[in-house]
Every structure is written in C-alpha cells, then in structure tokens.
C-alpha cells in the first residue's frame, strides 16, 4: 500500500465529522462469503443472466432443479456460517467516534451483526420475508438458514424435483414462490429496497467523507452512490486488493487489514 495514501485517508478520517462508508461484498470476503465477480465468484458458475433474476429462476428451477438447489446453496450456506471480520468491527469504533452511515450492497446483515447502526441495506436482506405489499411478516435467523442449508444438501444426495425444492422453502422457511412470502432482496430488474434507497442517496448529500470497501462498482444503480458523492466534491478513501473504481484516495489491500489500521491510527 502506497503510505503516503495511508497518511492522507488518516487525516480525512481525523478531520471528518459525517462519514458513509459504502461497502460491497469483498467487505464480507473474510467472513467466508465469495463474492460475485472475482475468481470463484457466485456469478462464475451461476451466470448471473440465468440467476440472478427472479424470471431467470423461476425459469431455472422449472428445467434444473437441482441446479436452483445448488444456487440457493451457494448463497445462503457461506451466509449461515459467517460471523464479523474485522473490518466490520473497525466501521462500529468508528460509528462510535464519528457520526456515521452504513451503505451496503450486501444481504448478510454483518453490519449490523458488529452492533453498527444506521445501516442501509439497498439491495434487501436475506434475513427479512416480506408478503406481497412489501410488509415484512418475519425476520429469519442464521439458525434458518442453516437448516435450510441442511436440507437442501440432504436433497442433493437424492432427487431433486421442483415440488421437492418449493416444499423444503415452505417448510422449512415459510416462503412461498408463488409471490406471497419471499426473502426481501433485489435481484436485477427489481427496484431497489426502501427506504433505504432513498436514504442512502442522502446521505450521498450529506457524507463529508465516503469510505468505499470491496466493491467492484459494475452494479447501477447501487455505484451511483460514490459517483454522486464524488461530484459535490466529498472526499473518497477506496479500499480493494485491486483497484479503485472512483479516483479516491486508493488503499490496496484486504479490508479487514486496511480498515482497522485507518480507524485505529486516525485516533
Ligand atoms: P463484486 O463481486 O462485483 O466485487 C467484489 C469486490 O471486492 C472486487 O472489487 C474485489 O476486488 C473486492 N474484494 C475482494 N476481496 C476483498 C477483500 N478481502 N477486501 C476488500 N475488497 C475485496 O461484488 P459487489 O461490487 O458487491 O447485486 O457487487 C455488487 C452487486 O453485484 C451485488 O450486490 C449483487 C451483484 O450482482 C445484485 O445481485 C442485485
């Protein structure tokens, strides 16, 4: 990491007095949740333009049952397991110091697992079922999720059917596909989740510092954030192992090593 980005990411953070930190999956890499794009990534072995849609599923799990089986796996098993990075818990001592706002693209509710607050979930939560109004009728646990995981790799050793795989979300979840009960998360083509939307866009207006983790910044209109920000002139500290999307003040490097050290040294 270039130190002389790290001294200056110290001082912003110093000197701020209303900081968001937008955060992607590469925050939750270390917490054993693969992310989307890199190597080994979700969307590697399930095309996104087949998954990650709720038609493209629906479709999927009419032909491929057992495919949608190892998909739902694929997401909520890593999910069911994971606890708070370090990282996670940089951004709660830094809520604790500086006023500051959580923006995250993730659905594995670690944010607020750390014990930060005001943290705005703009693609949903995995962890919410909402009916078809949009109330949410009730807030799963990890637990959940791992018996749902259980089940479905039980499944997996047998025949998987389409009745077998919408029988073990009902049973196990409550969720039901036909529309009346599902998990609140957005998937493309879906609005994005509220009012955490529209609160993260003001907050885009307010931040005196945005802190952008581990996000490839592909996904709009989520990446419109930082962009937004950026325009009115707030400063950007970008942290990834590889590039920065925004032409902030760019840490390369892991989050859960980055971020701790920028929130300890700008004590
Ligand atoms: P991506 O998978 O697109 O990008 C992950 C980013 O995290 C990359 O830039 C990596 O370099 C970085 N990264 C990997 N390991 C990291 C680490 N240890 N520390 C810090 N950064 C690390 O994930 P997102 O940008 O979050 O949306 O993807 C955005 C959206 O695309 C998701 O919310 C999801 C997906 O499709 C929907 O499905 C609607």
Same mark, same amino acid.
């Given at each position: 990491?270039?130190?002389?980005?790290?001294?200056?990411?110290?001082?912003?953070?110093?000197?701020?007095?209303?900081?968001?930190?937008?955060?992607?999956?590469?925050?939750?890499?270390?917490?054993?949740?693969?992310?989307?794009?890199?190597?080994?990534?979700?969307?590697?072995?399930?095309?996104?333009?087949?998954?990650?849609?709720?038609?493209?599923?629906?479709?999927?799990?009419?032909?491929?049952?057992?495919?949608?089986?190892?998909?739902?796996?694929?997401?909520?098993?890593?999910?069911?397991?994971?606890?708070?990075?370090?990282?996670?818990?940089?951004?709660?001592?830094?809520?604790?110091?500086?006023?500051?706002?959580?923006?995250?693209?993730?659905?594995?509710?670690?944010?607020?697992?750390?014990?930060?607050?005001?943290? $705005?979930?703009?693609? !949903?939560?995995? @962890? *919410?079922? /909402?009916? +078809?109004?949009?109330?949410?009728?009730?807030?799963?646990?990890? &637990?959940?999720?791992?018996?749902?995981?259980?089940?479905?790799?039980?499944?997996?050793?047998?025949?998987?059917?389409?009745?077998?795989?919408?029988?073990?979300? $009902?049973?196990?979840? !409550?969720?039901? @596909? *036909?529309? /009346?009960? +599902?998990?609140?998360?957005?998937?493309?083509?879906?609005?994005? &989740?509220?009012?955490?939307?529209?609160?993260?866009?003001?907050?885009?207006?307010?931040?005196?510092?945005?802190?952008?983790?581990?996000?490839?910044?592909?996904?709009?209109?989520?990446?419109?954030?930082?962009?937004?920000?950026?325009? +009115?002139?707030?400063?950007?500290?970008?942290?990834?192992?590889?590039?920065?999307?925004?032409?902030?003040?760019?840490?390369?490097?892991?989050?859960?090593?980055?971020?701790?050290?920028?929130?300890?040294?700008?004590?």
């Amino acid at each position: 990491m270039h130190a002389g980005n790290l001294e200056k990411a110290i001082k912003l953070v110093r000197g701020a007095r209303k900081v968001t930190v937008f955060t992607g999956a590469g925050i939750s890499a270390e917490s054993g949740i693969p992310t989307f794009r890199d190597t080994g990534g979700l969307w590697q072995e399930f095309p996104p333009e087949r998954f990650a849609h709720w038609q493209g599923l629906l479709k999927e799990a009419w032909h491929h049952p057992e495919l949608v089986a190892r998909f739902v796996l694929g997401v909520i098993e890593p999910v069911a397991r994971a606890v708070p990075n370090p990282a996670h818990h940089a951004i709660t001592r830094l809520q604790q110091r500086i006023t500051t706002t959580v923006i995250t693209q993730n659905i594995d509710g670690l944010h607020q697992e750390a014990g930060t607050q005001d943290v $705005r979930e703009i693609h !949903g939560s995995l @962890f *919410k079922l /909402i009916d +078809r109004s949009g109330t949410l009728v009730r807030t799963l646990h990890r &637990a959940d999720l791992q018996a749902l995981a259980q089940h479905l790799q039980g499944m997996l050793h047998d025949n998987v059917t389409l009745l077998k795989l919408l029988a073990s979300f $009902r049973n196990v979840l !409550g969720v039901d @596909f *036909k529309g /009346i009960v +599902r998990p609140n998360i957005v998937l493309f083509h879906d609005a994005m &989740a509220e009012p955490d939307w529209q609160r993260a866009q003001q907050d885009a207006q307010w931040c005196e510092l945005m802190i952008v983790v581990g996000t490839s910044a592909q996904v709009y209109p989520a990446a419109m954030i930082p962009h937004q920000a950026h325009q +009115r002139g707030c400063p950007i500290i970008e942290i990834n192992p590889v590039t920065g999307e925004f032409g902030g003040i760019f840490l390369k490097g892991k989050a859960s090593e980055i971020l701790p050290q920028v929130v300890q040294k700008a004590r």
